[in-house]
């Protein structure tokens, strides 16, 4: 479980670090921030919106309680990288721009894959579909 519960909080801390890197200056609506927006064709007031949600679903996976509130969290950050990908995509720009979006589903897989280890390891429940 040593090893595990390791490897979920190397996942978890640096998806954590890296979505909240790029949630502050959303928060703030920074002019690097409002560019982007901007590039990729979405309203200015957006902008906040993405950021406060970002930083929420970073809390809600970093509480160590409400189990369905981290699935929430977690889904919300899939669905905005997907968004982020995909809009990257449909606005034309090169591939390492947007592809570099994977790097944070590998990081988002990895934690929810470890974080639902860990839960069936502290209640001695076989986790057959994630081995």
Known sequence: MKKTKITYWIFTGILSALTLLGAIPDLLSTPEALAVFKHLGYPAYLSPFLGLAKILGVIAILVPRFPRLKEWAYAGLFFDFTGAMYSGMAVGDPVPQWAAISVAYILLFGSYVFYHRL????????????R
């Open 119 to 130: 839960a069936a390891a502290k209640e001695n429940t076989p986790l057959t579909y994630l």
